[in-house]
């Protein structure tokens, strides 16, 4: 079942290469959408795919790449959205 998600995640997230590291786990499990910064310091994120790898990549966004500190992940059901790929949006 394909799904979609939009999340938010705070805490030291920023200048950390969670964006780009977001990228290759998504391409790696084949999620599609975007990731971007936004201005209060968070990520903001929207996912689509298989419901199992879109659960896959958000059970790693709560963790992260090694230097974040991941403190919340909110996460919206949202429509899938029809995307090729996977990039990094300008906030």
């Given at each position: 079942?394909?799904?979609?998600?939009h999340l938010r995640i705070s805490g030291q997230?920023?200048?950390v290469f969670f964006r780009q590291w977001t990228v290759e786990?998504?391409?790696e499990l084949g999620v599609?959408?975007?990731?971007?910064?936004?201005?209060?310091c968070s990520v903001e994120a929207r996912l689509s795919g298989?419901?199992?790898?879109?659960?896959?990549?958000i059970?790693?966004?709560?963790?992260g790449p090694p230097a974040a500190e991941v403190a919340q992940v909110q996460i919206e059901e949202?429509?899938?959205e029809d995307a090729d790929g996977f990039e990094v949006?300008?906030?």
């Open positions: 079942m394909i799904v979609g998600r997230v920023q200048g786990q998504a391409r599609t959408g975007w990731v971007r910064n936004c201005p209060d298989e419901d199992h790898a879109v659960a896959q990549l059970k790693r966004m709560h963790r949202v429509p899938s949006r300008r906030g």
